[in-house]
């Protein structure tokens, strides 16, 4: 699997060059669900930092698990062309459907 940095910078690069040939609704459709990535791994680290249940090195694990799984769902959906409200619903809820 693929570590976050690494995904994040392949949809950015494939906006830059999607921009770079004309197609600025789809950089617009990839920028938007990048910025609902970052949303949702801020909701996560917050919900694990009020639940303080497990130790800080759990909590990380779980955070770090729940971005994972987020992360590969979206790029999933996003390479299966998926429309602007499923990687939305992926990044603002964790699910696709």
């Known amino acids: 699997m693929k570590d976050a940095a690494t995904a994040f910078r392949e949809v950015l690069d494939k906006g830059r060059a999607e921009l770079a040939g004309g197609d600025a609704q789809e950089v617009e459709r990839r920028m938007k669900a990048i910025s609902a990535l970052v949303r949702a791994e801020r ?52 699910r696709a459907e």
């Not at 909701?43 to 909590?59: G, I, K, M, N």
């Not at 779980?62 to 990687?87: H, M, S, T, W, Y």
């Open 43 to 94: 909701d996560v680290a917050d919900f694990l930092a009020a639940a303080h249940a497990q130790s800080p090195e759990e909590d990380e694990q779980l955070r770090r698990a729940e971005l994972r799984r987020r992360i590969a769902l979206f790029v999933k959906a996003d390479l299966g062309d998926a429309p602007p409200e499923v990687l939305e619903r992926i990044m603002l809820e964790g």
